[in-house]
């Protein structure tokens, strides 16, 4: 399925969007801590009863145009058509409005609509924000008759939506949700029909009669009445007084389906009929004063239904900082902010080892309560390259990581499909074995869970000349898991999420900034991430915790010098450290220009991943290629070495100083000394040759000092650093024409 964009406000006062997102990753930083911290003091704002704090405080959290992307300001967009529509519609279904609803009925009831996309708890924490597909609208009316059926749909199901979801640009607010559902292989849309007529709006239920911690004492006890929430419960204990009444499954299903006292809502079609066989295929307790607990034993020592989750207290674990639960299922790690569904997977666990329900139950709550402390940790989420499970880091803090990367298993065979690509792509060969040599060394580092530090390798190319198919293939053989580090490491935050847990750190075909600042922070920061023994990993909103990820860096772009200029400046810093190649173009064994080409390509090559890491575990890197520190030299192709340098400050201000010193009346007493200062105020002179060039030049505090000083280094015919420049103050640079320069030497 396409994932198209929506726009992404700083606020719900900002009039244009910061950036645009898409639904997937909107949902993936619900999911996450990244707007934790913002909504758990909004809830506990409104849970202290100050309301109006947090109708004030809202205003400042991000929100996401949820029906698409708007040029310019939001507002008129879709009427001056700047709109372009998203084909998804927000469904706000608010606390107030759906009274005696659940949140987690509310988004059961959205898992089983088939054009509902998507569902999350509010930042309230009381509603519940779903995403229906609707027909990609061209006009306002279209999107509101859309939202009529959508309304119309839920009413009958006597739910309410929030009638202002009709405006198209209307804003949804960011939450945090650590289960959050999306599934966008769903693609039943609400069709907009014109002139549809409203239903009337529901009545809001009246309240059923609650009874709080509902016990039935005895068989004889009344039919349990439902309470204000919690239907599923009650279901099940009714099915439980029917059972204790000496009446059959059919009997009992018929009688719940059938009840017609006050429902807040209609019963999904199996509801009953599921909680009659559940509670009739669990063993019948005796007799007892405490009939709920007796009952709820049998619950747990039944093993009808295969979707029961029992949880082994030893795969539970407790975040102290973030307070949750993870609890390994299988091979991955399921998050729970509460204690409940905790007791009642342990629950389930321990039901067979005991037969009086006090003392599971304090079995129970013993297990719980050793596993925060036996099972306790600071930190939780993937690293690069760390196998799952219990870890420590340098300083001794006990860690969780949840997931690892799924690298191919060496296995004997022939890759021709991949060799054929990688063998082709490359113009020098000089350049393939080094490829071969670096990726060799990065998927050892992985499978050894060891960092080795290795050069930033940077595949530049023209345009489909199959750059990113290379990359692909190289995050493949290291597990899959990528990031785009450009951001944070130009200037933006140190560490986002997805950094800590990608063992390939992908730039590929960004728009990088020429500000030389911008690419000096780059490569310093790749510096700073790939050769230290330890890091700092800085997850959002979490504490920060030292280790070492086994992170490997590609860059590719295309190899115009324009584009070139997003890697680092190849000065003395990163010289040794950055592997420049030039792909001149692979041959496909198939025609990717559809869909089903690239999928039929991509499974080709997935096929010879295990032949592919058996050829890089065998791989030996040429003698005259081999680094003793990161396994591979850091070869860089010569002709897009120079497309580089010509590109540098250095070079650039070289070649305004040939141009600038033919002008004799501003350079007419050279040779002279001066320092950084002088000679840009000289370039930048009203009457300079090069008056324009110079102030693009210098776009920054110290952008000639720094210019200059490598100038210097180079050994320009223009520029040398004077024999009487003293520490502690600017230096002084001879600048002459090349003519003067042999009367200093």
Known sequence: MQHPEIDFY???TASTAMATTTLSDLIDAIRSDEFAAKIAKLRSTLAAGDDDGYAVAKKDLQA?????????????????GRFTHSGFLQLDFDAADNVGWTVEEIVEILQAEPRIVAAFVSPSGHGVKGIARIPTCTTRDEHVAAFASARNHFRAHNL?????CKDPVRLMFVSHDPSAWLDLDRTAVFEPVLGTPELPKSAKPAAAKTTKGMKLKAMRTPFPEPPREGIHAWLMQAAWHCRFGSMSEADTAAKLQSYDGSLRRALQPTEAIDAARQVFSSPM???????RSSADMAAAKSTGGSTMQRFDPKDIFYDGPSSKYLVR???AFMTYSKL?????GVTRHLADEHDDPKELMMAVREACKSRELDGGVQWHGGIAGHPQGLAHDTNDLPILITSEAKIPHPAAGEAPIISEIIGGAFADPTATMVFMSWLAGRYKAVRSHVHIPSPMLVLAGEINSGKSLLAWIASQALGGRTANPYAAWSGGMLWNDDLVASELLLVDDCVGSTDIRSRRNFGASFKEAIYPHIIQLRKRGVSSIAVRPVWAVVVCCNDTPESLQIIPPLDNDLADKVALLHVIGVKLPVDTSTPDGKLKLQAL??????????QLVDWITPPELHDSRSGVKAWRDPALTDAVDAHSPARRLEDLLETALTHMGIWGDLPKELTSADIEGRLKDVQSLVYDQAKQLCNWHGAMGSALAKLARSGSEYVSLSSNSVA??????LVSPPKFKHLFE
């Open 64 to 80: 996401v145009s949820i029906s698409g992307t708007a040029e310019g300001k939001r507002a008129k967009a879709i009427e001056e």
């Open 160 to 164: 309410t939506i929030d009638e202002a």
């Open 605 to 614: 090559i997935r096929a010879e991943l295990p032949a592919f890491a058996q």
């Open 329 to 331: 299922v299988g091979s």
């Open 285 to 291: 307790p005796e007799s007892s004063p405490d009939w």
């Open 728 to 733: 502690g103050k600017p230096p002084r640079y």
């Open 10 to 12: 700083s606020s719900a």
């Open 340 to 344: 409940s569904p905790i007791i009642t």
